[in-house]
């Protein structure tokens, strides 16, 4: 993993502009605590912050390479190539020699050798950016399922990118603004925001499974990966040996390190189904770690979490003979990291699930560099509400949104009225449903349970993986996520909701899967949500700072929603406030109004 940046520009002499790379540069420094490189040219620079997992010594960034032409190729990564060991050997078969271990020096030699065309080779989480010194040319890819970020500008006659926002306006002409529709991706989709969109005006995330050339005549953005809509003719049992052969496989690929490893424990299915595969493919010790939060003050009163997860992640831990650690988030914590979320997003965030999460990563960063998580399961294999329930999946608009408010409603009636929060809603959803691949001849039900898997894959994971990246490398942790693997992803798109929900259970294809490797207590949980807190001692005193907050004349959050309405919402309405997730819980739509107010205090609303 890793923290990246640069500045490209056609017009100017960017030799001269090493303080800026710098300031960009130390802006990932939690990304990257282990080194810091920068490479500068005539119009290319670029800045590196490393986090050492791979060929600790040799794996040095950014990389230079020298092509076939004698003109330096140079990389700036961040991420993991799980397959850089088959692709060394097929370069190496192709005439290229290595002087490192590493999968950078893999990924810059693929590029000499295949050009552009190297993303169609690549098994892994990445985003990285190669300029081609003799076609004075800049590439920018990011993985297929988005895993790692990626954000870029252009600015004059060039362009300046960055893992996070923060980086970018690190640049003296890059600023801190937000316009309309800014406004409206944090207030009408907050829980799944547009692709692309980065909310800051004039910044764009590049989508995943996209690539950019860039060069003196301009900027241009494609595709190149997304699934396809095939039949699927396997049964029951033959998909499900399809499934265990390629979770382990990819398990195979990814505990691959030269760093302590550990997994994310839940004791569900997904998280443990992960961990019991990475501890018989890995050869040394393996730990696995766990979250504890505030209980709810009365027993079984959350619905979506009907189980403490300690006991089930015990049970695991101790079957497969590991050692496991629970790091236990205080109410106290949770109040004093308020803007962790804020700080690590660039952007405002969850809450105490952001909190805890990153407390969390504290505890397996003093233990481990590299984790794996259970994290896209529901995703793929259909562990979901708004997936499995016919309100949910019969809703005219994305299906998490079935029966939820949004913050939009909280808006002034002036600046609703100019961000038209519902019509900017249904357009994204015509939007999404535009892309969804489908088969001809295909009956009604078959092909809404395709646009529900592409909403989820395409829209939903992204706001979970954006999370999960965000809060480990706010600790310098590298997450991975066997998951998101696009050949998962393209093989469980063509499978019907019926069979992965055989006999009427919830992931019943899952389950199957990985049922030799698992206690029965554990293949047969129901599902457990990451645990968000449900003490009422928080809740209260996030809900009195919101109170305090609506209080005072200058809070910049009341330029955009009303105040009164927010007043009623927190102290009449607490139970159906709206927030950015769809989580039944008052202290995240709380938490969201602070980091709102506190992030509005330092950018500036451009209407």
């Known amino acids: 993993m890793c923290g990246i940046t640069g500045w490209v520009d056609w017009t100017r002499d960017l030799q001269t502009q ?51 032409n004698g003109e330096p190729v140079v990389i700036t990564f961040s991420g993991e190539i799980y397959n850089f ?80 926002p923060k980086a970018l306006l690190a640049h003296p002409e890059m600023k801190a603004e937000v316009d309309l529709e800014g406004i409206a991706e944090l207030m009408a989709v907050p829980r799944a925001r547009t692709p692309g969109h980065a909310v800051y005006r004039g910044m764009r995330e590049l989508k995943p499974g996209h690539l950019v050339v860039a060069d003196a005549s301009g900027c241009r953005e494609s595709r190149y990966w997304r699934v396809e809509a095939k039949p699927h003719t396997k049964d029951f049992d033959a998909s499900t040996a399809d499934v265990r052969d390629l979770l382990t496989d990819i398990v195979h690929r990814q505990i691959v390190a030269d760093v302590p490893v550990g997994t994310l424990l839940s004791g569900g299915i997904d998280s443990s189904a992960i961990t019991a595969l990475a501890a018989r493919e890995f050869t040394g010790e393996l730990t696995s770690f766990s979250v504890s939060v505030p209980a709810p003050s009365e027993p079984g009163s959350d619905l979506w979490r009907p189980s403490p997860d300690e006991p089930y992640a015990k049970l695991v831990a101790e079957r497969l003979g590991l050692k496991h650690i ?54 793929m294999f259909g562990g979901y509400t708004w997936q499995i329930d016919e309100g949910f999946i019969g809703h005219t608009s994305f299906p998490w949104m079935y029966s939820r408010r949004q913050p939009q409603v909280l808006l002034r009636e002036e600046i609703r009225r100019q961000v038209r929060p ?71 798109f063509n499978i019907p909701a019926g069979l992965k929900a055989h006999g009427g259970v919830e992931k019943a294809l899952l389950r199957q899967a990985c049922a030799d490797l698992l206690p029965d207590e554990i293949v047969n949980r129901p599902k457990s949500a990451y645990p968000a807190s449900q ?37 009449s309405e607490l139970d159906t406030l709206p927030g950015p997730i769809t989580a039944r819980t008052s202290a995240i739509g709380l938490s969201y109004l602070l980091e709102l107010n506190r992030w509005l205090s330092r950018v500036r609303v451009v209407t």
Not at 126 to 133: L, R
Not at 339 to 356: F, K, M, N, V, Y
Not at 426 to 439: D, G, I, K, Q, T
Not at 540 to 566: G, H, K
């Open 18 to 68: 090493r303080p800026v790379i710098s300031d960009m540069t130390r802006t990932q420094i939690p990304r990257g605590p282990d080194d810091e490189g920068a490479w500068l040219s005539r119009h290319a620079a670029f800045g590196h912050r490393r986090l050492a997992v791979i060929d600790i010594e040799g794996g040095l960034q950014p990389m230079v390479r020298t092509g076939r």
């Open 85 to 164: 060991h088959e692709l060394r050997a097929e370069l190496r078969s192709a005439g290229w020699s290595f002087t490192t271990r590493s999968d950078t020096e893999v990924l810059l030699t693929a590029y000499l050798h295949w050009g552009t065309d190297l993303v169609t080779h690549l098994n892994g989480m990445y985003a990285f950016a190669i300029w081609d010194e003799q076609r004075q040319q800049l590439l920018l890819v990011r993985d297929r399922l988005g895993i790692k970020p990626l954000y870029y500008a252009e600015l004059g006659e060039g362009i300046i990118f960055g893992s996070e």
């Open 326 to 379: 629970v790091t236990k988030v205080s109410t106290g914590s949770l109040v004093d990291g308020i803007e962790i979320g804020l700080q690590a997003r660039d952007l405002p965030g969850w809450g105490d699930l952001d909190t805890s999460m990153y407390h969390l990563f504290q505890t397996v960063r003093s233990n481990c560099t590299v984790a794996l998580s259970g994290e896209s399961a529901d995703e």
């Open 422 to 492: 519902e019509e900017y809603e249904a357009e994204r959803y015509r939007e999404a449903l535009s892309e969804v691949p489908h088969l001809d001849g295909e009956d009604p039900g078959r092909r809404r349970e395709r646009e529900v898997f592409y909403l989820g894959l395409t829209r939903w994971l992204g706001a979970l993986l954006d999370r999960k990246d965000r809060m480990s490398m706010a600790v310098g942790l590298e997450v991975r996520v066997p998951f998101a693997d696009h050949r998962l992803a393209e093989y469980l």
């Open 535 to 571: 003490d009422p001692e928080y809740r209260e005193t996030v809900r009195t700072m919101v109170v305090e907050m609506i209080d005072d004349p200058d809070a910049p959050l009341f330029d955009l929603m009303d105040r009164e309405r927010v007043r009623t919402a927190v102290t």
